[in-house]
């Protein structure tokens, strides 16, 4: 089998025009980079946005993962071409690569096999240069309190909260302290509020009131310091407007694709940009999207936080689940996941249907999942699973959209595709009015099964120092990927176990509470073998080892 880079190398792309001309749309409305990406021009945004939406939205999110990721990706676009391969008019809705997984552990998030977004290598890296305007503008942000400080402070600025970004995996700088004296540290961009606020705002205006809403420290009597304080919004806008125009690039079947946006799902919101989300309900009669992780954290804040700002709601979710992660979660170690196990496997199992009971009963969405097939599984393992999903009443559909394209998740297309056509009645998990400290428990108790919340001491303070500003906001909890609880060791379904908030940040501009739960870092590390070893180019200029 070839590399998912030599499959994307191999492939004949159409030019973005033609790809463009599938969704309605002409050379006028591309600002185009190169042949095979180009971004929508902000006039053809707002012209789309001012038209009702006419698409079905699909929700793909997925069980609690290996350390290798189970293919969510790899069947959006596997679903998404096979929806077309069927007929249906579909476009993905995905969210941009970060460089700090790329070079981490995880490699490129582009999908894989033959289910993968193109051109894989431009993508995977600068693409379009949005991640940089957002570092930018966030760093900006950073440069101006510290001069307004250094000039006099007129302000009186006792506290400064607001933290620099980039795009890497760099743990050294997780806690720096500045020349002033000032500790402070970075975070990765994709979990900066810049990154929320790009992927929550509406439009350039709500973009520029979200910025100017951020706070960035406060002064001795408490009070808050905000962007707008500094007159930071206006030029942060500048360094944002181009970025804030969704991308456009295709599948390898040719399939349109949207890609804006990129937070992360276990220390931030883990959605696309709402930008992207709105200009494709206009656009095709499907939308596939993503929510990053588990259903555990990217289909919970796709609903409480995303859908909640919005009024978008999906009208079916579909959970990946792989036979190697429900091995996992019943035990089985990385290194002999391609080993049949099936008293693992029926153990893991409950994992799946976690999160198929969470999404019917906290969201009312309808669900039907997706079993992404690995050479290594066997007949056996699939039945079992089969069975279980059927037990609850759900359907199970194998699929090999990254061996085949589009034609191995037809199956699932056209399930999807009958699906849609039955009215939904999702529903949110928590009411606005709920506490903070509610919606905590709301969500430990209920998605994450946990018996309770416990606060550091630092976290108690702050929960009580931002009681009133918090008030409406939901909540983003911050924890790991690889567990429904906040330790990584609890696979599978942990029992009285409690979800403990190590700090709270308020987020004014993005409109959400951030609990940072256990012991995730917001500047992730690069793990002993990164992926960057892999990665070189050759003589003429191509780029090999990129997964």
């Known amino acids: 089998m070839l590399s998912d880079i030599d499959i994307a190398q191999a492939a004949t792309l159409e030019p973005i025009v033609a790809v463009a001309g599938k969704l309605g749309l002409s050379a006028d409305d591309l600002h185009a980079y190169g042949q ?10 707002n012209r789309l946005h001012a038209q009702p939406a006419k698409a079905k939205l699909i929700l793909v999110t997925a069980i609690n993962p290996t350390p290798a990721g189970e293919g969510k990706t790899t069947t959006t676009v596997g679903l998404t071409d096979a929806l077309n391969q069927a007929g249906y008019h579909a476009l993905a809705c995905l969210r941009e690569p970060s460089l700090g997984p790329v070079f981490g552990m995880k490699g490129g998030a582009t999908g894989g096999g033959y289910a993968q977004v193109v051109p894989m290598e431009n993508i995977n890296l600068h693409f379009t240069g949005d991640f940089h305007a957002i570092s930018a503008a966030n760093n900006l942000l950073a440069a101006l309190i510290d001069n307004h400080i250094y000039h006099g402070n ?8 607001w933290r620099r970004c980039m795009d890497m995996n760099d743990r050294a700088l997780r806690r720096i302290t500045l020349e002033s004296t000032v500790h ?15 992927c929550l705002a509406t439009d350039l205006a709500d973009l520029t009131r979200r910025l100017g809403r951020v706070q960035v420290g406060s002064n001795q009597q408490g009070t808050p310091i905000l962007a707008s304080d500094l007159q930071a919004e206006g030029a942060m806008t500048a360094l944002l407007k181009d970025a804030f125009q969704p991308n456009l690039v295709q599948t390898l079947e040719g399939s349109p694709a949207l890609l804006h946006g990129g937070p992360f799902a276990n220390i931030a919101h883990g959605c696309n940009s709402l930008v992207a989300t709105k200009t494709a309900l206009r656009l095709a009669d499907y939308v596939v999207t993503e929510a990053g992780f588990g259903a555990d954290l990217g289909a919970e804040k796709f609903m409480d936080i995303k859908c909640r700002q919005s009024g978008l709601r999906p009208d079916v979710a579909v959970i990946v689940a792989t036979v190697r992660a429900l091995k996992y979660n019943g035990g089985v170690e990385v290194a002999d996941l391609n080993t049949e196990n099936l008293s693992a496997l029926a153990i893991g199992v409950a994992n799946l249907e976690k999160h198929i009971s969470n999404l019917r009963q906290h969201f009312g969405l309808p669900v039907l999942v997706a079993l992404n097939h690995f050479t290594a599984d066997t007949a056996a393992e699939v039945a079992l699973v089969q069975a279980a999903v059927e037990a609850l009443g759900a359907s199970l559909h194998v699929c090999w959209h990254w061996a085949q394209g589009g034609a191995g998740a037809l199956d699932l297309a056209h399930a999807v595709a009958a699906q849609v056509q039955q009215a939904a009645t999702p529903h ?17 108790q209920k998605m994450y099964g946990a ?27 911050a924890k790991t990927q690889y567990s429904l609880s906040c330790d990584a060791k609890l696979r599978n379904v942990p029992q009285h176990h409690v979800l403990h908030v190590r700090e709270l940040r308020l987020s004014r501009g993005a409109g959400f509470v951030v609990a940072i739960c256990g ?15 892999r990665i070189s180019v050759d003589a003429n200029g191509r780029i090999v080892g990129l997964s």
Not at 36 to 45: D, G, I, N, R, S
Not at 184 to 198: K, L, N, P, Q, R
Not at 525 to 533: D, F, I, N, R, V
């Open 36 to 45: 095979y990406m180009a971004k929508l021009t902000q006039a053809t945004v």
């Open 154 to 161: 007129a302000l009186g600025f006792d506290q400064v909260t």
């Open 184 to 198: 402070t540290g970075f975070d990765i961009t994709v979990a900066s509020e810049v990154m929320a606020i790009f």
């Open 428 to 444: 949110l998990l928590y009411a606005d009015d709920l506490s903070l400290a509610e919606k905590l428990t709301t969500i430990a």
């Open 451 to 477: 018996s309770g919340v416990t606060y550091s001491e630092l976290a108690q303070q702050q929960l009580e120092h931002i009681k009133d500003a918090s008030q409406g906001l939901p909540v983003c909890i």
């Open 519 to 533: 012991d995730i870092m917001t500047m992730p590390g690069l793990p002993k073998q990164p992926a960057s070893a």
